[in-house]
């Protein structure tokens, strides 16, 4: 289960804040690999999220954001 009061921040894609979820592994300020980044957009197919990958997280549905939590 994804809670829905998570806060959500403005001025983030819903691309971005799925990329955050591979900070712990890449860190903050390193850039993603092709492997990572393949992740990301095959997550964003699967949860059909493409239309929004580019819209601000602080947008979306409740429903559209528990989607970018699990992705």
């Known amino acids: 289960m994804v809670p829905t009061h998570i806060p959500k921040v ?3 894609s819903v691309m ?3 990329r ?4 712990a592994d890449s860190g ?6 092709h492997e990572a980044e393949s992740a990301i957009e095959g997550a964003i197919r ?3 999220l493409d239309d929004l990958a580019d819209k ?3 947008l979306i549905s409740d429903g559209e954001f528990q989607k970018a939590c699990i992705a």
């Open 46 to 48: 699967t949860l059909e």
């Open 56 to 58: 601000d997280i602080s």
């Open 10 to 12: 403005k001025g983030f």
């Open 20 to 23: 955050t979820g591979l900070f």
């Open 28 to 33: 903050i300020f390193k850039k993603l690999n």
């Open 16 to 18: 971005e804040f799925i």
